[in-house]
């Protein structure tokens, strides 16, 4: 159903985890939506129950494959996908730099037919790719296998199998890649050799600052270099200004909201029965402290629905530093009385003119923590416009997870997103949550003209709670407490 089907991988293991287990499919192939010519700007229109006037009906429950109407294929399919490959990695030795692989075919020697190739990776850059020689490999048999590598760098080591065609075969080319397996090599780095450099803060060099104007609803700090306006009213900057250059002209807000997917047709009623889609900022108290080498703007505040009781209560500091670097600390408490969280994140509205991104986490496509089996770790570029999965029925899409760095920038100035410790998602969509909520189909989407950037501590999972199981617990963003930080740092985009 549209985005998913998330947790496929548990069905997977226990299919495996049981010899008895016999026979399964995934419903369906197909997305059931009928062709109806095209809208005034040439895009398809795809229909579905009740388009037609016709009652009783089912909406798009029938909307619910692992390809498009005109056979493209959903992400969900090249997740199927990589959960069914047909070798895989079992086991490591990082003493003797070896690797177990098993045959997971019935009939073949997996040797036959598949060619497997390595590539290492130091902080998402390739630094080798090489070969292994199988000679033979049984059904169902396993194998150690050596692997060349030797004096691995001291930054996150990362090694991506790729078992590709070795000739055309039935309806494979040569080089179709058949699926993967990556490995995060346990050598304790969990930072990014580029963080340091980044964030460019020098201990020992005092906080310059000309003032700080605190006065009615706004704070505005400057040092000369960067101008920073911070309302109270709402705990968030409204103006990012850097070197002449106007990075940010909107207010910032937290957001829990994603628009529903497929998957939370029947959880979104207790999200919406709980206000999460309305939800009003309270702030209680702000203060100011400044340190040798910055200065931090802290808040409470809570985020509570108009028409009910409050949902969050929210601990946030921004601390500003002399170099225009803004670290955000982040302490929320989730009422334990209210469903589990679509996501808890910061939003940011830029212009429209950023479009080209990068970054260092899970792609190249959509993930989720349940759906994530298509990626693997890396550094991918992007553009915001190709973010977007083209759902029929539109719906939360394109996230990326596991995000260690984002570099999202137009034609003069570039937007850091910094992780130190825990891992962040993003989102990055000229489509704001409000429309991919409100549309019923993706022809009817209209472009905003900015770029809407979600750094998300997390999101729930997919799930297929359409028709299936309800999301597994360990999926659902459920915690009484989250403790979110990351840092953002603006600059020109002719240098770092």
């Given at each position: 159903m549209g985005n998913g089907p998330g947790g496929?991988?548990?069905y997977d293991d226990l299919i495996q985890a049981n010899e008895e287990f016999a026979g399964a499919y995934v419903w369906e192939w197909c997305d059931h939506s009928i062709y109806n010519g095209s809208n005034k700007d040439g895009k398809s229109i795809y229909a579905y129950g009740g388009d037609f006037g016709e009652y009783p009906n089912d909406g798009n429950f029938c909307v619910d494959g692992l390809v498009y109407p005109d056979r493209r294929k959903h992400i969900g399919l090249l997740e199927y996908q990589n959960i069914n490959r047909p070798i895989r990695v079992i086991e490591i030795d990082t003493v003797n730099n070896k690797v177990k692989l098993k045959n997971m075919l019935d009939f073949r020697d997996v040797n036959d037919i598949v060619q497997i190739t390595y590539k290492l990776f130091s902080d998402g850059d390739m630094i080798c790719k090489k070969e292994i020689k199988l000679d033979t490999l049984k059904p169902k048999e396993e194998k150690w296998y050596d692997l060349s590598i030797q004096d691995l760098p001291k930054t996150i080591v990362t090694i991506l199998f790729e078992y590709t065609v070795k000739l055309d075969i039935l309806l494979y080319k040569k080089g179709f890649v058949l699926g993967y397996d990556q490995i995060i090599w346990p050598n304790n780095i969990e930072k990014l050799k580029s963080f340091k450099q980044?964030?460019?803060?020098?201990?020992?060099?005092?906080?310059?600052?000309?003032?700080i104007d605190n006065i009615e609803n706004n704070i505005q700090i400057?040092?000369?270099d960067f101008k920073y306006i911070y309302d109270k009213r709402i705990g968030m900057f409204t103006l990012i200004e850097k070197g002449n250059k106007k990075f940010i002209n909107h207010p910032l807000n937290f957001t829990i909201w994603r628009p529903p997917t497929d998957n939370d047709r029947k959880i979104k009623n207790d999200w919406i029965e709980a206000g999460f889609d309305k939800l009003d900022v309270r702030v209680n108290e702000v203060t100011i402290e400044e340190d040798i080498n910055s200065l931090a703007?802290?808040?409470?505040?809570?985020?509570?629905?108009?028409?009910?009781?409050?949902?969050?209560?929210?601990?946030?500091?921004?601390?500003?530093?002399?170099?225009?670097?803004?670290?955000?600390?982040?302490?929320?408490?989730?009422?334990?009385?209210?469903?589990?969280?679509?996501?808890?994140?910061v939003e940011i509205k830029l212009d429209k003119s950023y479009e080209d991104l990068s970054y260092f986490g899970l792609g190249p496509y959509e993930n989720y923590q349940?759906?994530?089996?298509?990626?693997?770790?890396?550094?991918?570029?992007?553009?915001?416009s190709e973010m977007h999965e083209d759902y029929i029925r539109p719906q939360e899409n394109g996230s990326r997870s596991c995000c260690k760095e984002l570099c999202i920038k137009n034609d003069n100035s570039k937007i850091y997103v910094l992780s130190e410790n825990k891992d962040f998602s993003f989102n990055a969509s000229h489509f704001s949550k409000e429309e991919l909520?409100?549309?019923?189909?993706?022809?009817?989407?209209?472009?905003?003209?900015?770029?809407?950037?979600?750094?998300?501590?997390?999101?729930?999972?997919?799930?297929?709670?359409?028709?299936?199981?309800?999301?597994?617990?360990?999926?659902?963003?459920?915690?009484?407490?989250?403790?979110?930080s990351f840092y953002l740092k603006f600059s020109e985009n002719n240098n770092n």
């Open positions: 496929l991988k548990e980044l964030i460019n803060i020098d201990e020992k060099e005092k906080f310059k600052i000309n003032y400057t040092n000369g703007i802290i808040s409470r505040l809570s985020l509570t629905p108009i028409y009910r009781q409050k949902v969050l209560d929210i601990l946030v500091e921004w601390r500003i530093f002399s170099n225009g670097l803004i670290n955000c600390r982040i302490k929320a408490y989730k009422k334990l009385d209210k469903p589990f969280l679509p996501r808890f994140g349940d759906k994530h089996y298509s990626s693997y770790l890396g550094r991918f570029d992007s553009k915001v909520t409100d549309k019923t189909h993706n022809y009817e989407l209209e472009e905003s003209n900015a770029t809407f950037l979600i750094i998300d501590y997390k999101q729930s999972g997919i799930g297929s709670n359409s028709c299936g199981p309800v999301l597994e617990e360990k999926y659902q963003l459920n915690e009484s407490e989250i403790d979110f």
